[in-house]
């Protein structure tokens, strides 16, 4: 009976975030679904056993199959600053990028909508920052990645919810399709300054430990992840398909293998975790590079300056090249992209 009443609660929660036509619909499709699911129990709780699993079974077969008909699509009335998907062309060196999004954010209904087309050149890549930014507690995060040019801004990768106009995130209904995947490219004054001086997030920025062909080999998996969910899109999931799990596939391609571990799903504590496998700037304890490369109070007083980023990055540990990376898996059976 435990069985049924978890299955009937995952159908559930399934009708309630995927029953089209407005949430009248919802509500009554999960009123009856609670009330069949009680009535199974009941007869099960009578000794009716076989009657009551197969009336479960073939109303749960039937659910499954509409589940698994549910397709993602582009074609929604997306809130802005995800309206537009990034889309990236490669010529050898030379990316040339697509609706890079550069908004001057006030607050999170007020602000000016910029959309740019930014070109770069790979020859110039010399530097990629982790940024942990923190909304819920110590054990969840988002995670930004930027990539530092010589002769360009720094341009920040996302991966986040594609959610419609007026729809808030939910982390419970990230486990039932009720958002898009999307990837956002963005200037480092739209996509840090928004969390940390509009949304009140406490942000974090560490120099990842790599050579530059895993930074170029990276750059490019965001490129290729991108174009792909034009063309194909795909449902964010909370667990297997979030802002942390899709890079982890993305490294683990280039470098061959990257050890699993709880701290990709607890999101917050990732960043020990890549300082365990060698990935973060060398001769320095964690605590160090935590402590200086806290940003939060930088960014706030920066706020829409036009040396935001550097004014961010003070204080913060860089690789200096001098470190032995004998132990980073960043750095070990790195692989064409």
Not at 123 to 136: G, Q, T
Not at 158 to 170: I, L, M, P, T
């Amino acid at each position: 009976m435990l069985t049924i009443a978890l299955l009937a609660a995952w159908g559930l929660l399934a009708l309630w975030y995927q029953l089209p036509s407005g949430r009248a619909i919802a509500v009554l499709g999960v009123a009856l679904w609670s009330l069949f699911s009680a009535g199974v129990l009941v007869v099960l709780w009578r000794g009716h056993t076989v009657s009551g699993l197969v009336a479960f079974a073939a109303a749960f077969a039937a659910l499954l199959i509409w589940w698994n008909q549910l397709e993602p699509s582009n074609q929604r009335l997306w809130a802005d600053d995800v309206a537009r998907q990034l889309t990236g062309t490669v010529d050898g060196d030379r990316v040339r990028l697509q609706n890079v999004r550069d908004f001057d954010w006030r607050s999170d209904e007020d602000y000016t909508q910029r959309w740019t087309t930014r070109q770069v050149d790979l020859a110039h890549l010399k530097s990629v920052d982790l940024i942990m930014s923190y909304w819920s507690g110590p054990a969840i995060a988002h995670m930004l990645v930027s990539f530092g040019f010589d002769d360009a801004d720094y341009l920040v990768f996302s991966v986040e919810v594609r959610n419609r106009r007026d729809q808030g995130f939910s982390e419970v209904g990230g486990f039932f399709k009720d958002f898009a995947l999307s990837i956002v490219a963005a200037d480092e004054r739209d996509v840090i300054r928004v969390r940390t001086n509009v949304r009140g997030e406490d942000d974090y920025l560490y120099r990842i430990h790599m050579p530059n062909s895993a930074m170029r080999a990276l750059f490019l998996a965001y490129v290729a992840e991108a174009n792909d969910l034009v063309q194909r899109p795909r449902f964010y999931n909370t667990i297997t398909a979030n802002c942390t799990t899709l890079v982890y596939h993305m490294m683990k391609h280039i470098v061959g293998y990257l050890p699993w571990d709880f701290r990709l799903l607890l999101t917050g504590y990732l960043p020990q975790y890549i300082y365990e496998i060698g990935g973060l700037v060398p001769n320095h304890s964690f605590e160090d590079l935590r402590t200086r490369g806290r940003i939060t109070a930088r960014a706030r007083a920066a706020d829409r300056s036009q040396s935001f980023s550097a004014d961010i990055r003070r204080g913060v540990p860089i690789d200096d090249g001098t470190g032995a990376p004998a132990r980073s898996a960043l750095n070990q059976g790195v692989i064409s992209w």
